[in-house]
Each structure stands twice: as structure tokens, then as C-alpha cells.
């Protein structure tokens, strides 16, 4: 290979891979579920305090780097061992270590205000929603109301617009963590211990969220999505979540009920105004007004639901739902019937 | 170098010299020369004037290198013991269709069977060996509410299932049968409640509550507070049958 071509193809390499990283941090900096794409106010702060950071610490990573590469190229001169020298020296140490802590300082103090300002509400909070982790999906519990009137909406929280929500968080078997970038921070979900976190969102958009601690298996595919929306939306959702089921209209329907009742579905899920009252899996009620199946893995979809039926275990392996042998009349059926579940 | 560091018979490496001496005694490679340095000459110098190179010399000469090589055999076997331990791993059946379909090969409960010799019987239960399987049945075995009754094996409303006594026999195949289609007395069907491949689960943990089961497969710990001994740390019963519970 000659020299040039050499050349050229180290620059091909070189270019592809700048070009690699830039797509990268700008796909950090845009998308759904990024830091980097604030849309409350806990988030805006967790945001300006990653750039403060990235930019301070861009600049004096830039400034180390120029020193040393400086330091390695310098030749010694007979004047470095000069009394004069060592004196000078020794003043730029003292002043480089005064600013060193000096931006230390900022940082703390940049990083106690931001954290201040997440731990409570910016508001009082509008409604409350009891966040319960399981492997590997999420229940989100409306609970401040009369205990009849309690909605569950697992893997999908809405939320109205503009106001806090108070989020009270615990975990049913593991250590969790409830994360949804573009609104909050993290927080972590310990069994047995009951804490708290909030978010607001400032304009109506749909932000995924995802469990930010390993749990298991399929802790990659426990995901949900934050819906928020203006609050006579948010009040007509809740107002259409608090009904119970639909009643089944055509023969296919009614027959996918019987089925569903009659098999394995029923000892794990519950559809309230049915006998199915069990609370092992996620309710599921309104199932069809969803946006996703199994936790975020799969668009709400007949065909993806369909797989997700008759075998849970392909598409998520060892997640909580066996697989079902059902005729496939019966499985059309079930479809029709948990499709029609809005 | 390194056998300076190492050392802790100060009195027989203190001088830097000195061990450079002895690697030049005999050509070998270093580490290994030091591992004989350190074992067997080092313990046999205790006098404070041993510095005398021709006694070295014949210390070092007449000194068999048998520890040399137990100590290589050593190093090899566990490297090779380290790295046979990641070949096995113990399958997690996820979607094992013979442990699903395990209902179609109906569990044999009469001695009578129809055209003579009856087929041999299983002896194991799907997850009768599987961690992974007894850790889902014990799982399920509170999802189910099967605590409800049974109280974690204890017994309450139901009979004690951690004992030695069994009503309704003892083999995994009669475990599974009184699951499914239930027994007089209280003990509800669960056919086409529970999938035969969580059934066989349930059936295993059923097992290791008294000891019925592998001890290495034995849960240890559960998800919630401790409310009884760890499985693994129980005593193994001797089945008993009785027809009293």
C-alpha cells in the first residue's frame, strides 16, 4: 500500500468516525427520552446543570490537555534549574491548585442549587399517583380520591399539563428505578421502603420513560409512557378510565369474554365489571385505549398483541406471562374481545 | 525483585546481591527460581553468618525440583477448575414445550393399567433439579394464593405441606394431580387456571418444602420478609403416607 493511499483511507476511517460521533451526540440532544431535551421544570435544571458541567469541564480538560501535550514538546533549557525559574514556578502551581478548587467550589455549589430545587414540588401538587415497580413492568395507581374511584393504568401514566404531580414510589420485589429523562430525574424504587418524587410537564407530548436499575431478565424491555396532556383531557381520560368494562357487542366478543375467563388469563389480570379480579399481572380493563403492550416493547397492536398472547416468552423470555395454547378460534376471539376494551 | 517484595523471611533476603547470585547459579527462569528460593532454601538458612556461596551453591544443587513442579501442576489445575466452572450453566426452559406439554402423558395414579406391562414412570418432575423453576414456584405459590390456604407450607385452612405426611401421595406426579384437578375437602381444580409448565413449578417447590428436592437447588431466600427456615436449611422429611392430615 503506498503512503498516499494509506493516507487517504486513515482520513476515511477518521472522518467516519467523527461523523459517528457527532450523530450520536445530537441524537443525545433532540430525541425522546433525553436529558438534553428538557420539557418540565425539575428537568430544565438537571439540564443547565449538565451543560454548566459539560462546558466547565470541556475547558479545563481542553486547557490540562494543551499543558501537557506543551510540557511533553518543550526542550529543557539550561535556565529551568535558575532560582528564578523554580520561583515562577512554584507561583503558577499555587495559582493553577487556587483555581482548581475555586471551580470545585462553583461546581458544588451549581449542584446543591439544581438539587435543591428537585427534591420538592414547584407547586402544590395536583394529583397523586402511586407508582409500584414490578418485574418487569410498571402500575400507576390514581389514589387521591375515595378508594372506589381509584384508576390503575399500568405502563401508561397520564398526567395534565402545567401542574406538579406527586409521585409516590415503591417496588413489589426488587430495587427499581423510575426514570423518565425528559421530565425528571431518577429515583430509585427499594422493596419495602415508600419514597416520593414529582414531575411536571410544561406542554402536552408523549415521553418514554424506562427502569434505570438493573432488575432481571428483561430489565431492558421495562418501559412505559408519560402522556401529558391539558387537564379537561386528563379529566375526561380519567372520567373514561374509572368506568368498567365495556360490555361485549357482537357473538365474537362475547366469545373471546367466555374464553378469557375460562382459561389462564383470568387467574393473573383483572377487567373490572368481569370476574376477573386478580391482581398478579397489569389490569387490564381499558387495554385497548393503550398505547403499548408488554411495558413499551411493542406498539398496541392486533398482531403484536396476538404474538404477545401465544407466546410472551419469544418476545420477552422469562417475563412473568406463560405462554397460551389456545385453538385459534379462541385466540381471535381474546383478540377481539381485549381490542374492544377501551 | 519480585522475591524481595514478597518475601517475608527478611533475614534470608536482605541483600539484593545475594539473589542476584542465585539466579546466575542455575539457568532457569526467574519466577520459578524464585518460588524454589523462597519454599525450601529460604526455610533451611536460619543462621545469621550463612553467607557462604560455595554452601549455597550445594544447597541450590542438591535441592530436587519436585516442589517446583507440584506447584506448576497446582497452577494449571485451577485455571483448568476456573474455567470448567463456566461451561455449565443451568437452563432456564422459558419456553420448554415438553415440560408444557407434560399434561398430554397423563399422570399413571391406579396400579391397574389396561394390555399388561405399564410404562415406566418419570421419576423427575421437569423442574425437579432447576433453581430457576422451584424459585417460580415458590413465586406462584404466593401469586396464586396457594398461601391462602397452605400458609407457606405451614398449614392453616388447609394441610401443612412442609411435614412429612402426604394425604394424596408424594410423587410429582400425584403433587400435580392434586393441583389440577383438585381434592375433596377444599383443595379447588386449577385445570385451565394454571399452565401445566407453572404447575409442574408449583409442584417442585411443593417438593423442597420438605426436602424433596436437590439442596442446591433449594431457594434461600424469598422477595418479602422471612416468615419460616429457608428452604435450603430444613430438614429432608421421610415421606409418610397417611390418610390424616
Redesign the interface.
Known amino acids: 500500500m503506498s503512503g498516499g493511499a494509506r493516507f487517504a483511507w486513515q482520513r476515511a476511517v477518521w472522518e467516519l468516525a467523527s461523523l459517528e460521533v457527532a450523530s450520536l451526540v445530537i441524537a443525545g440532544c433532540s430525541g425522546n427520552q433525553s436529558m438534553f431535551n428538557p420539557q418540565g421544570p425539575a428537568a430544565r435544571s438537571i439540564s443547565s446543570l449538565g451543560w454548566t458541567l459539560l462546558a466547565i469541564c470541556g475547558v479545563v480538560y481542553l486547557l490540562v490537555m494543551v499543558a501537557f501535550f506543551w510540557a511533553l514538546a518543550r526542550r529543557r533549557l539550561p535556565s529551568d534549574d535558575a532560582p528564578e525559574t523554580t520561583r515562577a514556578l512554584t507561583r503558577n502551581v499555587t495559582l493553577a491548585s487556587i483555581v482548581t478548587v475555586l471551580v470545585l467550589v462553583v461546581l458544588s455549589v451549581a449542584s446543591v442549587v439544581a438539587g435543591r430545587g428537585l427534591t420538592s414540588p414547584s407547586g402544590p401538587g395536583a394529583l397523586q399517583v402511586e407508582v409500584t415497580a414490578h418485574q418487569w413492568w410498571w402500575d400507576f395507581q390514581y389514589t387521591d380520591v375515595t378508594p372506589s374511584d381509584y384508576v390503575t393504568s399500568p405502563n401508561e401514566l397520564h398526567i395534565p399539563v402545567g401542574v406538579p404531580v406527586v409521585l409516590k414510589v415503591r417496588s413489589?420485589?426488587?430495587i427499581h428505578s423510575f426514570w423518565v429523562p425528559n421530565l425528571h430525574g431518577k429515583r430509585d424504587l427499594i422493596?419495602?421502603q415508600i419514597t416520593h418524587t414529582w414531575m411536571q410537564a410544561d406542554r402536552p407530548g408523549v415521553y418514554r420513560g424506562q427502569c434505570a436499575e438493573f432488575c432481571g431478565h428483561q430489565h431492558a424491555h421495562m418501559a412505559f409512557v408519560v402522556v401529558a396532556e391539558p387537564m379537561d383531557e386528563f379529566r375526561q381520560w380519567i372520567a373514561h378510565q374509572r368506568q368498567p368494562a365495556s360490555e361485549p357487542a357482537t357473538d365474537e366478543e362475547r366469545h373471546g369474554r367466555d374464553v378469557f375467563l375460562?382459561?389462564?388469563c383470568?387467574?393473573?389480570h383483572t377487567v373490572r365489571g368481569t370476574d376477573a379480579g386478580s391482581h398478579?399481572g397489569p389490569e387490564l380493563t381499558h387495554v385497548g385505549s393503550r398505547l403499548t403492550v408488554a411495558a413499551g416493547t411493542l406498539p398496541n397492536t392486533r398482531g403484536h398483541l396476538s404474538g404477545w398472547i401465544a407466546?410472551p416468552?419469544?418476545i420477552k423470555?422469562?417475563s412473568r406471562m406463560?405462554?397460551?395454547?389456545l385453538a385459534a378460534a379462541d385466540l381471535q376471539a381474546v383478540l377481539t374481545y381485549v381490542r374492544s376494551l377501551r | 525483585m519480585m522475591c524481595m517484595a514478597e518475601s517475608n523471611h527478611e533475614d534470608c533476603f536482605t541483600d539484593i546481591k545475594l539473589t542476584e547470585d542465585l539466579f546466575s547459579l542455575r539457568d532457569t527462569t526467574a519466577p520459578n527460581f524464585v518460588f524454589l528460593a523462597k519454599t525450601s532454601w529460604c526455610g533451611s538458612v536460619t543462621s545469621k553468618h550463612w553467607f557462604d556461596p560455595a554452601r549455597m551453591r550445594s544447597l541450590v544443587a542438591a535441592q530436587p525440583r519436585w516442589d517446583l513442579r507440584v506447584g506448576r501442576q497446582a497452577f494449571v489445575a485451577c485455571v483448568v477448575c476456573v474455567l470448567l466452572a463456566a461451561c455449565e450453566r443451568e437452563m432456564r426452559p422459558f419456553q420448554d414445550v415438553s415440560a408444557a406439554s407434560a399434561r398430554t402423558q397423563k399422570p399413571i395414579l391406579s396400579p391397574l393399567s389396561p394390555g399388561g406391562e405399564r410404562p415406566p414412570e418419570p421419576p423427575l418432575s421437569p423442574f425437579q433439579q432447576n433453581a430457576w423453576g422451584i424459585a417460580e414456584g415458590k413465586r406462584l405459590f404466593d401469586a396464586y394464593n396457594c398461601s391462602g390456604c397452605h400458609a407457606h407450607g405451614g398449614g392453616g385452612m388447609g394441610p401443612p405441606l412442609m411435614d412429612a405426611k402426604w394425604i394424596y401421595g408424594d410423587r410429582p406426579a400425584n403433587i400435580f394431580e392434586t393441583i389440577v384437578e383438585g381434592r375433596p375437602n377444599g383443595m379447588p381444580s386449577f385445570r385451565n387456571k394454571i399452565p401445566d409448565s407453572q404447575v409442574w413449578q408449583l409442584v417442585a417447590y411443593v417438593q423442597s418444602m420438605s426436602g424433596q428436592v436437590p439442596i442446591d437447588a433449594l431457594p434461600s431466600r424469598g422477595d418479602h420478609m422471612r416468615y419460616s427456615t429457608p428452604e435450603n436449611a430444613r430438614r429432608a422429611e421421610q415421606p409418610v403416607q397417611t390418610g390424616k392430615p
Open positions: 413489589r420485589d426488587v422493596p419495602g375460562q382459561s389462564t383470568v387467574t393473573c398478579v407466546n416468552q419469544a423470555p422469562g406463560p405462554p397460551n395454547s
